[in-house]
């Protein structure tokens, strides 16, 4: 569904901070998977979601979706087909707005930019059936402002906004890292029901090392802007948390983290 | 006694006056405070406006028909900044200032290459000689006209802020992310954005030039910041009132910055003097920590 190909990177070339990320890096992900990547800071997850998404361009190597290459497509095209999820969840809504407005802005993601009414009152209803299941209570808030959710409210609107219009890839940057635990547990939770009720593809970065061995159907682990573990299906879950944690271990003592 | 007295005298005319230039601070309200834009386009869209109206007004339009033809030819200018902006990739300010120069002399042409045009006072403008001025009690039917125009123009906005045109111009400001996430240009909102705020900037030009019955080069110099300084006055003085809509504070902000101008005037400053008091009284607002706080954070890239 999402491939990288042979991709090539350097920030900053031609300066002091020159910092050559990916040489030759490729990785696809077909139709359908659940990938979970996990990997010490730095090791450049962030910046191959950004590839992926189009906020980064490429020096060399090829971006595609569903075969297609996209590599020159903008980043707001790209995001037809993919929605993106970060890990501050006051990136994925409006905070001035309320709960109401912003699931009217994400509904109107394929329509036309026009003077017709924002909001339709006739889907109030339908939006509180999608808000009811998530048990945080938004559905008798649909005025309150996004800016005054707290922050495991504000990253599940995020999810329901993003998943709200027909996407084929969910991409998601360490969405609970800023989260408690018991929270980060809930929206991971609605993030797994999410995938598998819309069948999406789905990446998915995370520093728990719980959450990329428990959902979804394969495991990459990068490594300074390459990929040192990568299993799937029956593979993946034959593996055990500490044969993870200590590869982990071993790559983050050798970068000093 | 006789600052005060001078004061009360010049009072109706500033009221008259701020509401005439809230339709402008409107215009930055949308440019600064929706899209964090500093746009000096501003500066040259406001006499464009006066100069359209003006010559429209000499040639026996309709006025009604020449405060479009202002709205209009101030949407222009800021389709022309937008685009430089957007498509050139020159930075915000510069592509404003660019615009701004290019419209002195766009303006001067404008009104046959004379610095000043006057309209006779017979002329039948939106303001004076119209059939619904005549009905109005003699004195106060400037205000009541100008009072009506602006609260016309702050129905249409608050509406357009309500559809999906304008819940996307919300997002551009708020979470400049999220347009992007909703499969959408951000360049192109933003081009929007700025063809609103220089059409109601160009309006506020047109209505002045047909209430003061003339056209000046220079008159735009200093109407950004003259703009910002209500929206500021406004939204700050105003902001605790949650259940008063942001317009209406622009709109109170513009009148209160007419007030305090008319004030320094009556302490004995020449008009002459008017653009150090508002340099003054920017700085004032700027330096008294009156920023509007919270309002631009930048997503980062
Ligand atoms: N915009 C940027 N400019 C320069 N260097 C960057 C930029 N973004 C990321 N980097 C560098 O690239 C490396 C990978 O970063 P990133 O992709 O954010 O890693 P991760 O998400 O795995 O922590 C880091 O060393 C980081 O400093
Ligand atoms: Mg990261």
Same mark, same amino acid.
């Given at each position: ?17 020159? +910092?050559?990320?990916? $040489?030759?890096?490729? %990785?696809?992900?077909? @139709?359908? #998977?659940? !990938? ?104 008798? +808030?649909?005025?309150? $402002?996004?800016?005054? %959710?707290?922050?495991? @409210?504000? #990253?599940? !609107? ?100 | ?301």
């Amino acid at each position: 569904m999402l491939a990288l190909e042979r991709i090539h990177l350097t920030y900053n070339p031609g300066t002091v901070r020159e +910092m050559g990320l990916f $040489r030759d890096f490729s %990785l696809d992900v077909p @139709q359908g #998977q659940y !990938l979970s990547v996990v990997g010490s800071n730095g090791s450049g997850k962030t910046s191959m979601l950004n590839l992926l998404c189009g906020s980064l361009m490429p020096d060399a190597g090829r971006v595609l979706m569903a075969g297609k290459d996209i590599t020159g497509q903008s980043e707001h095209v790209r995001a037809r087909n993919i929605g993106r999820i970060h890990q501050n969840p006051a990136m994925g809504s409006c905070a001035g707005m309320s709960i109401l407005e912003n699931l009217a802005l994400s509904g109107s993601k394929q329509k036309k930019m026009n003077l017709l009414p924002a909001v339709d009152r006739k889907q109030v209803a339908r939006y509180k059936e999608m808000l009811a299941p998530l048990g945080l209570g938004l559905e008798n +808030m649909l005025e309150a $402002r996004a800016g005054n %959710l707290s922050g495991g @409210q504000r #990253q599940a !609107l995020a999810l329901i906004m993003a998943a709200m219009t027909p996407i084929s890839c969910l991409i998601l940057d360490e969405h609970t890292a800023a989260l408690d635990p018991k929270t980060a547990d809930t929206i991971m939770h609605l993030t797994d029901s999410l995938i598998h009720e819309k069948g999406i593809t789905a990446i998915m970065v995370t520093h728990n090392l719980r959450y990329a061995l428990d959902y979804g159907n394969r495991i990459v682990m990068m490594h300074q802007g390459q990929i040192v573990l990568d299993e799937s299906d029956e593979n993946k879950q034959a593996l055990r948390l500490e044969k993870v944690l200590g590869l982990f271990n071993e790559i983050s003592v050798e970068c000093g983290n | 006694m006789q600052i005060l007295s001078s004061f009360a005298l010049a009072l109706p005319s500033a009221v008259e006056q701020g509401l005439l230039y809230a339709v402008m601070a409107l215009g930055v309200m949308i440019t600064y405070l929706v899209l964090d834009f500093p746009d000096l386009t501003v500066d040259g869209s406001f006499p464009l406006g006066a100069v359209v109206s003006a010559r429209l007004i000499l040639a026996g339009t309709n006025p009604l028909l020449a405060m479009a033809a202002s709205a209009l030819a101030g949407a222009l200018a800021g389709l022309v900044t937008g685009l430089i902006h957007v498509k050139l990739k020159v930075r915000d300010l510069f592509s404003g200032i660019i615009v701004m120069t290019a419209l002195y002399s766009i303006n001067l042409r404008l009104a046959g290459d004379s610095a000043l045009l006057s309209l006779p006072r017979t002329s039948i403008t939106l303001l004076r000689n119209n059939p619904v001025a005549d009905i109005l009690p003699r004195g106060y039917s400037t205000l009541i006209i100008a009072l009506f125009a602006v609260f016309a123009v702050k129905v249409l906005l608050d509406l357009f802020f309500k559809t999906r045109a304008g819940f996307l111009l919300r997002a551009a400001g708020d979470n400049p992310q999220m347009v992007t996430a909703l499969a959408r240009d951000k360049g192109q909102v933003k081009i929007l954005g700025l063809m609103i705020a220089n059409a109601l900037v160009a309006l506020s030009g047109g209505l002045v030039a047909q209430e003061q019955r003339m056209f000046e080069i220079s008159m735009g110099t200093g109407a950004m910041v003259l703009s910002l300084a209500s929206v500021i006055l406004g939204v700050n003085l105003l902001g605790k009132i949650e259940k008063m809509s942001v317009t209406l504070k622009v709109i109170i902000g513009a009148v209160l910055y007419k007030i305090s101008v008319a004030f320094a005037i009556a302490c004995g400053l020449k008009p002459g003097d008017l653009k150090v008091v508002t340099a003054a009284l920017f700085l004032l607002i700027l330096a008294a920590g009156l920023f509007p706080k919270g309002g631009k954070k930048h997503a980062g890239p």
